[in-house]
């Protein structure tokens, strides 16, 4: 198994896409890439302990590849707009890759280039690509939330 971490908005819709696709083994919904420790859903939801709400993924490489989630990251969120998605508005919301090895921060710094080449967005892309740090588990009631509500 190899890990991801993908940050697009609020984390429940993000869990929700990646839990379907084959390959992807385990999700877990948390709290990346800011300075507080073991923060709560309520203290992220401020937007002042630098954290971003995440997705972290175990998948299967035989499976599915980095690429691949890639691709669904970009395509479930808008990339281009700063520390918002949707009626979402907070740092804790922004568009962030974090990458756990040089490998997946070579591709994902590749994948944003090429969609920036190709045009794919009228505005610039703000994802931000930057290092796996410490992830912080979310509480319970939120892993697999739409799943838990009839959602999906």
């Not at 993000?14 to 800011?34: C, L, N, P, S």
């Not at 300075?35 to 997705?55: I, M, S």
């Not at 690429?67 to 520390?83: A, G, K, M, S």
């Amino acid at each position: 198994m190899e890990r991801a971490t993908f940050a697009a908005g609020r984390f429940w819709g993000v869990e929700a896409a990646f839990r379907k696709i084959t390959g992807v083994r385990h999700t877990t919904v948390g709290f990346t890439g800011g300075a507080l420790e073991n923060p709560t859903y309520d203290e992220v939801r401020t937007g002042k302990t630098g954290h971003a709400e995440a997705v972290r993924i175990e998948y299967d490489p035989d499976q599915i590849s980095y690429e691949t989630l890639l691709e669904v990251f970009w395509n479930i969120h808008d990339p281009t707009t700063e520390n918002r998605q949707g009626p979402d508005i907070g740092s804790q919301y922004r568009s962030a890759v974090f990458y756990h090895d040089p490998q997946q921060r070579e591709l994902a710094e590749s994948s944003k280039k090429l969609r920036e080449r190709n045009g794919h967005y009228w505005n610039p892309i703000v994802t931000e690509i930057a290092p796996a740090s410490d992830f912080y588990v979310a509480e319970e009631h939120h892993q697999q939330y739409y799943q838990k509500r009839g959602l999906e």
